[in-house]
C-alpha cells in the first residue's frame, strides 16, 4: 500500500494509540484464575486524562517510558484511560512500516516490564465486563513536503477523496479491524467506540474524524481499530481505503455534525458489522478490498475469522454473557 501511494507522489506518516489494562496479580496467578476476577493496578480510579490512579500504575508506566528510550523508541505522551488499570500510549508519528515495528515491541516492552514487576497487562479488545479497548490510527498524507489534508477552508480534497476511500470500505475492512469475537463487544452505543460508518470533523463520536484547519496537524483520526487489531493489517487496510478513495475520486457521504451514536434508522447511515461474520461476510463481497489486498490474503482471513467463530461456539464461548470465560482464556495473553 505504501508503494501504491508513492507511485501518485504520496508518503503517509501515521501514529497510533496503543491501550491496555493492567492487573496488580502476576501473570502465573492470572492464568490459575482463568485471567478473571484479577485487580486492576492503580485502584479503582477510571477518569481518563486525570492520573487518579495510585503510584504504583504511575510507577509501571514510567518504567515502561525508560524502557523505550533505552531501546530508541519514540512516543509522546501516556495517560490513564477511562477503565481502571487502563493506559493510553502514543507512539510518535513516522512511516506506517517504522510504525508497525515500533507498535510490536513497545506492546513487548509493556509486557516483559509487567511480568518484571510481578503484574499482568492485556490488549483484549474487552478484558472485562466493562469498557474496551482501542487501537486508533492517526494519518496524514504528504506530497512535495507539504501536507495533503491541509487545507485553508477545511478538508482538501485530497482529504476528502481519503474519506470517501475509508467510509466505502468500511464495512469490509472491519473484520481486520476488529479480529476476534471480543472484538465486536465493545460496539455498543454511548460507550465510545464508532458503531457507524460514518464521519465527522472534529467528531469523536464517529468512525473517522477529520481534523482540519492546521497546517502542520490536519489529520485523519481513525477510530475502529481495536486493541486486538494486528497494526500492520490494520496500516494495510486504512492505506488501501485511503487509496481506493483517491485512485476513485470518491466523495465521501454528508458529514454527521451530531451524535453518531443511537441514529435512527432512514438517514442513510449504515452500521458497523456487529459479528465477526458479518464482517468476515461484508470483507468476502468487497471487490475493491480483494484487488487492493490480494485475493489471497483475503480469502486466508475470511476462512480464519470463520474458524475462530466455530471454536467459539463448539469450544465453550457463550454469546449471551458480557465476557465469556472462554474469551478470557483464548485472548488475554494474545499479541
Same mark, same amino acid.
Given at each position: ?10 508518503? *503517509? ?45 504511575? $510507577? ?13 523508541? *519514540?512516543?509522546?505522551?501516556? !495517560? ?15 512511516? +506506517? /512500516? ?21 503484574? !499482568? ?15 486508533? /490510527? ?9 501536507? *495533503? ?31 476476534? /469475537? ?9 460507550? $465510545?467506540? +464508532? ?5 465527522? /470533523? ?15 496537524? !490536519? ?5 475502529? +481499530? ?55 461476510? *461484508? ?28 471454536? =467459539? ?6 454469546? =449471551? ?15
Amino acid at each position: 500500500m505504501t508503494e501504491r501511494l508513492a507511485a501518485h507522489g504520496f508518503t *503517509a506518516t501515521v501514529a497510533v494509540e496503543i491501550e491496555a489494562t493492567v492487573f496488580e496479580e502476576p501473570i502465573h496467578e492470572a492464568r490459575a484464575r482463568g485471567y478473571r476476577d484479577l485487580t486492576p493496578l492503580g485502584g479503582s480510579a477510571g477518569t481518563a486524562y486525570h492520573l487518579a490512579k495510585s503510584a504504583d500504575w504511575t $510507577g509501571y508506566m514510567n518504567a515502561v517510558a525508560d524502557r523505550l528510550d533505552e531501546v530508541g523508541i *519514540a512516543w509522546e505522551a501516556w !495517560s490513564d484511560e477511562d477503565a481502571a488499570g487502563q493506559i493510553e500510549l502514543n507512539l510518535a508519528p513516522g512511516d +506506517p /512500516i517504522g510504525i508497525g515495528d515500533a507498535w510490536a515491541r513497545t506492546r513487548q516492552i509493556m509486557r516483559e516490564v509487567a511480568f518484571e514487576r510481578g503484574h !499482568s497487562v492485556t490488549f483484549m479488545a474487552k478484558p472485562t465486563a466493562g469498557y474496551g479497548q482501542a487501537s486508533h /490510527i492517526n494519518l496524514s498524507l504528504q506530497r512535495d513536503g507539504a501536507n *495533503a489534508f491541509y487545507a485553508e477552508n477545511g478538508p482538501s480534497d485530497t482529504m476528502l477523496h481519503a474519506i470517501g476511500g475509508l467510509l466505502a470500505t468500511m464495512a469490509g475492512v472491519t473484520s481486520i479491524m476488529l479480529p476476534q /469475537i471480543t472484538s465486536y463487544r465493545r460496539l455498543v452505543d454511548l460507550s $465510545g467506540p +464508532p458503531v457507524t460508518i460514518s464521519w465527522g /470533523i472534529s467528531n469523536k463520536t464517529a468512525a473517522v474524524r477529520a481534523v482540519c484547519g492546521h497546517l502542520a496537524y !490536519s489529520r485523519l483520526e481513525y477510530r475502529l +481499530p481495536g486493541a486486538d487489531a494486528n497494526l500492520y493489517l490494520a496500516l494495510a487496510g486504512v492505506l488501501a481505503g485511503v487509496v481506493a478513495g483517491l485512485e476513485r475520486k470518491t466523495d465521501p457521504p454528508e458529514q454527521v455534525t451530531e451524535m453518531a451514536w443511537c441514529l435512527p434508522p432512514g438517514l442513510g447511515v449504515d452500521r458497523i458489522p456487529d459479528t465477526i461474520t458479518k464482517a468476515a461476510a *461484508a470483507l468476502e463481497s468487497d471487490l475493491v478490498l480483494r484487488e487492493l489486498l490480494g485475493e489471497e490474503f483475503v480469502d486466508c482471513w475470511i476462512a480464519s475469522r470463520r474458524w475462530e467463530w466455530m471454536q =467459539f461456539h463448539t469450544a465453550g464461548g457463550d454469546p =449471551f454473557s458480557e465476557l465469556s470465560a472462554w474469551e478470557s482464556t483464548r485472548y488475554f495473553e494474545l499479541p
